[in-house]
């Protein structure tokens, strides 16, 4: 029948702009939008930023068969050049632009320069324009690792054995509970946001042993922190077959070790772009909590205080005393008090004021908190009772470990936490693209 | 100081399982939980479920150190065995079985019945016991699968120069609208759940010119049918540089390809176990929506009926039409009445009142809409202007086109329809680990 096209599906990408190199002396068409231009007087430099590159270039009125007054930033073109090859330049080679078709212009230039080597205003500012500011160069850098750090988790724990999963974010408000989650309608019923996959992980446990998942979560805290989102990306992952709660955080090591060697190879123009170290290192230490807190209280030429909680302050200290004595930016704090602890935490057998758990601390942020959990029915109903909980509301959490669930444990790795102390940033919303504060709803 | 311990990340997998064949005549230790348990005099066939496989074990008096009586279905145990070579068994190889350590026993047997070939019970059955029912063999290999379609959309997307985002799924409630959205107060201002990334990811095509996104939307609609969901995840790409909507759809016929293909290489097993075979195809037609009413209207033998929607039932006819015409189980439908699109969709230049735009439709379902996108901002702006919406509420969105975007457009791949379709399911809940629709919000 004449009506019926048909899509074959033979797609291409653009040329590699790094192999321009190899076409060194060619005409080439390459497109994307004008990042900056320097004009001086009959010739000019050109920034090009395409997908993954700002590619020098260069107008010259011998050469290009348009005037240098059609050039205008944040215009789309498509560029007819010649590869030059140059050796101060990032890319190896230089344009010579010989024709241009536009294919796009701004209806207005961006109220915030951002083709600067960075984008130089406040942090407000920075979020407020969000959809211009990320294309400088150092900003959309950041995504890209952060891409790269999800991409390098993802091939780890694939490669352990783990299945991912989709968990739904939307629950029955019975079974979270607290004062931090955010509330909605459904169709006449109470619901709330998902503060963390933790029950569904659990249960997953059940069906695939290990098991992860990548996906927003929500919190309504009212804290208005550098370090608070209201939602987040957490990194979950949940193991069976485990009955210590250090083989977790060698899990995590190990994954850690990976993202890094990763990084090193498949972000390094980025990596160079931020002027950011990979952290070398073979081990991370561990420390128990009650002692992280003599250690601190030492430092700080005190008492022990408030002695189930560490402080953002506190964990500041830790990690600055464990980088001097270990050369370490990462420790996890070990044996956290039971009460400080959710209800599906493992008790210590040794000792019950603690629980088999841990928070990793990265450069004084905690990033993670995981730990054993308990897989006998009777036991988790005998803890929720102790606590006041009422196990019926958990009916359908607790039908996995009624009909039973391997000794199992897991973590929860907040994905912009990690990356803005990758990156040494002092303010957690610069690792999420758009970010959700008390006060940011956009964009 | 003595209390730091030191976590170096050495981890191991479980000895694969299908390697076991390789370990023929050697003793091994292997974790599980008992799937199924058939007690014969003195002996037993036992199931033992693992991470990935469902392995044969034999129990006899003689060889075992453990009595019948200890065996339990849902325990999870460590075996001691022999592998013993057997042909008939579907990893090659059967364990006969030494020892037994026993880590968790169930408190209660599973109230439905697990490990037959499959779960022989209603659809709200299945799903109220999701937790124990997903442990079913071919239950869990639904969600194997649907691990694998996911993998093969990243490789390929990643492949193809694309970059994966996250975007926030709670926005400000003025952007969206329509009667379909979740509503929730965020800290005392109105806000909405995303239905789609489709303004984040828009804006991201001028950061990155090919972006992507895998994460839960959420829609709010009242209907409770066999192929809605009211959360679902939602595989989404967005590219630049694009003018023609073909291209889009050579995308994604490519991306198909290449995720059929995956998963023959990678799910065989669980293809195998759900008896569903990939289909195979070079292209996928393509008709344009008028044309597709009046082909209904034919094998309907009636006139054109509201000729700008197109029912589910017409979706059914318009399939099985193409089928028999040409082979395939897929069809693009293209050129969709401008009425019926979003205000961002581009209109034709030949005909204002159709749409660059598409719907893909695999096995009589809608599985994704896509189309190009307005990128100019004055054009943007006279068209949510002609359908009397107010411009300044979107000011962060048209801050990307008023800044200058390349031509662009992209489409939306709905996860479970795509999964249910392809495995042959009737409701779209089949494919969804923990279903929210109008009546269910639990497990």
Redesign the interface.
């Known amino acids: ?1 004449e ?9 291409k ?2 040329q590699e702009e790094l192999s321009l190199l190899e076409h060194a002396g060619e005409i080439v068409e390459i ?3 004008i990042y900056k231009i320097r004009k001086m007087r009959g010739f000019a430099f050109v920034l090009l930023r ?3 590159h700002v590619i020098q270039c260069v107008y010259s009125e011998e050469k290009a068969s348009f005037s240098l007054e059609e050039l205008e930033e ?3 073109v498509i560029f007819q050049a010649e590869v030059v090859k140059e050796e101060r330049s990032r890319t190896g080679v230089e344009l010579h632009l010989i024709g241009m078709e536009v ?8 109220p915030v320069v951002i083709n600067q080597k960075q984008v130089d205003t406040s942090i407000a500012t920075l979020l ?5 500011t ?2 400088n160069e150092k900003e ?1 850098a950041i ?2 690792i ?2 790269g750090i ?2 390098a988790v ?1 091939r780890f724990l ?1 490669g ?2 783990f ?10 408000a019975g ?1 979270e509970g607290g004062a931090n989650i ?6 006449g ?1 109470e ?1 709330y ?1 998902a503060q963390s996959p933790q029950f ?1 992980k659990q ?2 446990v ?5 098991v992860f998942e990548i ?2 979560v ?1 919190r ?1 805290e ?1 804290h208005d922190t550098s370090r608070h989102l ?2 987040y ?1 957490s990194v979950d992952f949940e193991m ?2 485990v ?1 210590r709660v ?2 977790l ?9 990976f993202v890094f060697a990763s990084l090193k190879e498949e972000c390094q123009e980025e990596l160079a772009l931020l002027q950011v170290e990979i952290p070398e290192w ?7 909590f009650a ?1 992280a807190k003599e250690i601190v209280a030492k430092i700080r030429k005190r008492a022990v205080e408030e002695p189930e909680d560490l402080e953002p302050e506190e964990e500041k200290l830790l990690s600055e005393w ?1 980088l001097k ?2 050369g370490s930016e990462l420790v ?1 704090v070990t044996e956290y008090p039971e009460k400080k602890r959710p209800f599906y935490a493992m008790d210590s057998e040794t000792n019950p004021n603690v629980t088999k758990s841990f928070d990793l601390l990265y450069k004084g942020l905690e990033v993670t908190t995981g730990g054993l959990r308990i ?4 036991e988790q109903v005998a803890k929720m009772k102790r606590r006041g909980m009422h196990p019926e509301v958990f009916e ?2 607790l ?9 199992h444990g897991g973590l929860g790795l907040g ?1 912009e936490r990690f990356t803005s102390r990758l990156l040494g940033f002092e303010n957690v919303r610069r690792a999420s ?4 504060d ?2 940011r ?3």
């Open positions: 029948m009506e019926i096209r048909y899509i074959e599906g033979n797609v990408n653009q497109h994307g939008s395409t997908a993954k944040e215009s789309c294919l796009s212009r701004p209806y207005e230039k961006s407020d324009y969000r959809p211009v990320l294309r959309r995504f890209r952060q891409n999800t991409n993802r694939q352990k054995g299945t991912e999963i989709h968990t739904p974010k939307i629950g029955s079974a955010f509330r909605l309608d459904y169709f019923k619901a946001l569904y249960m997953m059940g069906v695939y042993e290990r996906a927003p929500f309504a009212k209201n939602e990306t069976g077959y009955t250090e083989e955080m060698e899990m995590e090591a190990a994954m850690l070790k073979k081990e991370i230490p561990a420390i128990p002692k464990i004595e270990t996890f897989h006998n029915y009777e359908s959490y039908m996995a470990h009624k009909c039973g669930l391997p000794p994905l693209l758009f970010p959700r008390i006060h709803l956009v964009p």
